[in-house]
């Protein structure tokens, strides 16, 4: 009797584990795709910031350290290693705070602010923005989903023995809060 009690205690421990393994896969899965989204987003802004920084250059040749700064960053951006999620959100929120001072520029140079090529860029760009916005919070509610998993029961139990993996959210960080201070 007490074999068939220890029996059913291990085969009910193997179905929790199963059941447990399935859900950290499905979670890491699921988080994975919503990356996919924010990174083809972010490569299709990365093919546009080149052209952005010319056009800005035409009008503001003396903001030689702004561009340099938003190139900078974006091959930083560029330069993450596939699959490091939680790098290349730090990196994209630098990228995020240099580009403004890029827009901050326009204010000071009216004829920028009316150049055709410049506002196709702007919203081009801002079409972007709000792709990511919105891939960002489907990502971080999936994140969400998987570390919620992986911090309660019964996930907490079996997290390091089936390589639970934890991810960042994407948020933005104290630099990219702050107003941008451009100065001539």
Do not use: C
């Not at 029996?7 to 899965?29: D, T, Y």
């Not at 792709?131 to 570390?147: A, F, P, Q």
């Amino acid at each position: 009797m007490i074999g068939y009690i220890v029996l059913g205690v291990i085969v009910l421990l193997v179905f929790l584990m199963v059941s447990v393994f399935n859900n950290f896969a499905k979670n890491r899965n699921v988080v994975k795709d919503a990356w996919g989204n924010i990174d083809v987003a972010l490569k299709r802004r990365y093919d546009l910031i080149p052209n952005l920084v010319e056009t800005v250059k035409g009008y503001a040749t003396h903001e030689k350290e702004t561009f340099e700064k938003v190139i900078q960053a974006r091959n930083a951006a560029m330069q993450v290693p596939d699959g490091n999620i939680n790098a290349q959100i730090k990196a994209e929120n630098q990228l995020q705070q240099t580009l403004r001072s890029i827009f901050a520029l326009s204010e000071a140079y009216p004829d920028l602010k009316a150049n055709a090529s410049f506002l196709d860029l702007q919203n081009k760009l801002n079409e972007i923005e709000e792709n990511l916005e919105r891939s960002r919070r489907y990502y971080n509610g999936t994140v969400r989903e998987n570390n919620t998993y992986g911090e309660s029961l019964p996930g907490a139990l079996f997290a390091s023995m089936l390589k639970y993996q934890h991810f960042d959210f994407f948020e933005a960080d104290a630099a990219s809060r702050e107003n941008v201070k451009v100065s001539f």
